[in-house]
């Protein structure tokens, strides 16, 4: 069984930022990509950014584009997003995914493992 674990989402003030992180438990796994996306209260879950895995190619929203970055650590088997000038429009539980096949695209909801998922409140 693999399980993705989330961390680091909290309230966090309009211009602030915040760092989530994503580590797999359980038995190992290949993938091609990991992925983050969110679903914000009453609305549908989307893509926020991807990162091939070996490559480290990084794909983002343009909702996210210039303030989100992805990456991972291979050592530490963990992938990262990194996210700055927080709007409150970004607030949503956060999931990040792995796919074990390559795909030409990443921003698709059709990855195999997914977290719990982690509470990200962008709030004065």
């Known amino acids: 069984q693999v399980q993705l674990v989330e961390s680091g989402g909290r309230l966090v003030q309009p211009g602030g930022s915040l760092r989530l992180s994503c580590a797999p438990s359980?038995?190992?796994?290949?993938?091609?990509?990991m992925g983050w996306f969110r679903q914000a209260p009453g609305k549908e879950r989307e893509f926020v950014a991807a990162?091939?895995?070996?490559?480290?190619?990084?794909y983002y929203a343009d909702s996210v584009k210039g303030r989100f970055t992805i990456s991972r650590d291979n050592a530490k088997n963990t992938m990262y997003l990194q996210m700055n000038s927080l709007k409150p429009e970004d607030t949503a539980v956060y999931y990040c995914?792995?796919?074990?096949?390559?795909?030409?695209?990443?921003?698709?909801?059709?990855?195999?493992?997914w977290g719990q998922g982690t509470q990200v409140t962008v709030s004065s």
């Open positions: 990162i091939n895995w070996s490559a480290g190619l990084t």
């Open positions: 995914a792995a796919k074990r096949e390559f795909t030409a695209s990443p921003e698709k909801i059709e990855y195999d493992y």
């Open positions: 359980g038995r190992t796994f290949s993938r091609n990509f």
